[in-house]
T-cell receptor, first 113, second 114 residues
Framework: DAGVIQSPRHEVTEMGQEVTLRCKPI?????LFWYRQTMMRGLELLIY????????DSGMPEDRFSAKMPNASFSTLKIQPSEPRDSAVYFC???????????FGPGTRLTVL | AQSVTQLDSHVSVSEGTPVLLRCNYS??????LFWYVQHPNKGLQLLLK??????LVKGINGFEAEFKKSETSFHLTKPSAHMSDAAEYFC????????????FGAGTRLFVKA
C-alpha cells in the first residue's frame, strides 16, 4: 500500500480564498483523522471520522473550517475564507478499528498570505 | 482533564550516548500512551505504545519506554543514540473513555552530535 496520500503537498494562497486539502486513507482503514500542526499550538486534532461519519469535530476551530468524507477512500478539509492564521501543516491519518496506531500522511503545508 | 507535558523542548546528545526524553501525563481515566517520531518534512510514525499490559514497552529502532503510574510518567529511552535518531518526538495520551480523541505533547527535538 502507498500509505496515506495527501494533496497538495504545498499550498500558497491569499487571504479570503477557499482552500481544499485532500486525503486518501490506507485501504481498509475505517478511521480518518485531520490534524493541524503549528509552532504555537503544536499538533491538534481537528476532526475524526469512523466509517465516513464524523464522530468528533470539537477541534475544528470555527465555521470557516469544514470536513467531509464522501466515501471510504477520500476526505477533504476545506477552509473558506482562509486567513493568515490558518497557515500550518495539516496532517491526515488513518487507522484500523480497534488498532491504536495511526498512520500519518506526509502533510500539506498551507501558507495564507 | 487530560494533558501531556514533555519536559524538554530540545535535547542534545552525542552519538553513542544514551537518550532520555521525558513525558508526564495527566488523565482522569486509565490512558493509552504513545511515542511518535517525526523526521523533517515527514508525517509522524509510531515508535511504541502502552495499553495497560507490560509497563516496560519496547518499540522500533531500539527505543523503549516505561510506564510509571505513581509518577504519571512515560519517559522514552535508548541506550545508544544514532545520527538517524535526530528528529522530533511526541508523547501522546489517549484517555480510555471510548473514542479516539488523542492529546499530543508539544514535542521534543532531539539533536545528535557526531
Amino acid at each position: 500500500d502507498a500509505g496515506v496520500i495527501q494533496s497538495p503537498r504545498h499550498e500558497v494562497t491569499e487571504m479570503g480564498q477557499e482552500v481544499t486539502l485532500r486525503c486518501k486513507p490506507i485501504s481498509g482503514h475505517d478511521y480518518l483523522f485531520w490534524y493541524r500542526q503549528t509552532m504555537m499550538r503544536g499538533l491538534e486534532l481537528l476532526i475524526y471520522f469512523n466509517n465516513n461519519v464524523p464522530i468528533d469535530d470539537s477541534g475544528m476551530p470555527e465555521d470557516r473550517f469544514s470536513a467531509k468524507m464522501p466515501n471510504a477512500s477520500f476526505s477533504t478539509l476545506k477552509i473558506q475564507p482562509s486567513e493568515p492564521r490558518d497557515s500550518a501543516v495539516y496532517f491526515c491519518a488513518s487507522s484500523l478499528p480497534g488498532i491504536d496506531e495511526q498512520f500519518f500522511g506526509p502533510g500539506t503545508r498551507l501558507t495564507v498570505l | 482533564a487530560q494533558s501531556v507535558t514533555q519536559l524538554d523542548s530540545h535535547v542534545s546528545v552525542s552519538e553513542g550516548t544514551p537518550v532520555l526524553l521525558r513525558c508526564n501525563y495527566s488523565s482522569s481515566y486509565s490512558p493509552s500512551l504513545f511515542w511518535y517520531v517525526q523526521h523533517p518534512n515527514k508525517g509522524l510514525q509510531l515508535l511504541l505504545k502502552y495499553t495497560s499490559a507490560a509497563t516496560l514497552v519496547k518499540g522500533i529502532n531500539g527505543f523503549e519506554a516505561e510506564f510509571k503510574k505513581s509518577e504519571t510518567s512515560f519517559h522514552l529511552t535508548k541506550p545508544s543514540a544514532h545520527m538517524s535518531d535526530a528528529a522530533e518526538y511526541f508523547c501522546v495520551v489517549r484517555p480510555n473513555t471510548g473514542g479516539f480523541k488523542t492529546i499530543f505533547g508539544a514535542g521534543t527535538r532531539l539533536f545528535v552530535k557526531a
